[in-house]
């Protein structure tokens, strides 16, 4: 079945320590997004790629880095300069340009906690 | 940029109607979609409006006003499975095809 999957579900990391969260589609996607969730609201944009080698940063990027070496994958790593980065991680994937809606399909998230 | 405001919380009753109003002020337009996501969940993709009007799909109907910058989510014959967050999101004008997200409208559908 086409999708998205992130792994793992549930990670937990000390602080200081760089992570890296990984996010692979199989449907084809030219653009892959990653978005932060925090409790009680909405989805902030970290990073966003608009195709193989490209990336550019969403609203939050800073203690975050992105790589887009393949079209199938977009990982992320959190850094340790990211100040607050417990939090639910959501990966997602659009074709835009389509004649149809172009919506975001997203994978099932990992949760972050930084002890 | 993107300014989206929706309401915080929602309740209403199982085989009721309710509507989730969404506003928005854009640098630029090309969409805007409506999300469904229960709790610890990803966000479902339920509709999405470009022109003018109301789209119906199934229970679900999605009303857009770009002069207004107001769209809404209507839900009708409510179900206890409808009790959830729904995130409006408008996606802008670019190749890129990002959107920006509303903080969501938690619904709570009671018996």
């Known amino acids: 079945d086409g999708g998205i999957t992130q792994s793992p579900k549930y990670l937990f990391r000390k602080e200081g320590q760089n992570v890296t969260l990984s996010c692979e589609q199989n449907l084809n996607h030219d653009a892959m997004y990653w978005y932060r969730q925090d409790p009680g609201q909405g989805l902030r944009l970290i990073y966003y790629s608009q195709i193989v080698n490209d990336f550019q940063k969403g609203d939050i990027a800073e203690g975050y880095s992105v790589s887009r070496e393949k079209k199938e994958s977009f990982p992320l790593t959190v850094t340790s300069a990211q100040k607050n980065p417990t939090a639910f991680y959501l990966c997602a994937s659009s074709q835009p340009g389509l004649a149809g809606a172009g919506e975001q399909f997203f994978g099932p998230g990992t949760r972050l906690t930084v002890l | 940029g993107q300014n989206i405001d929706q309401p915080t919380e929602m309740t209403a009753t199982e085989g009721a109607i309710v509507q989730i109003n969404c506003t928005y002020q854009?640098?630029?337009?090309?969409?805007l979609f409506w999300y469904q996501q229960h709790a610890g969940e990803a966000p479902t993709f339920l509709s999405y409006?470009?022109?003018?009007g109301l789209e119906e799909k199934g229970r679900f109907s999605s009303f857009l006003s770009r002069s207004k910058g107001y769209s809404y989510l209507l839900l009708k014959e409510l179900q206890m499975k409808d009790s959830a967050s729904y995130l409006c999101a408008v996606r802008d004008s670019t190749n890129a095809g990002k959107s920006t997200f509303g903080d969501g409208t938690t619904l709570t559908v009671k018996p």
């Open positions: 409006n470009v022109l003018d």
């Open positions: 854009t640098s630029g337009f090309n969409g």
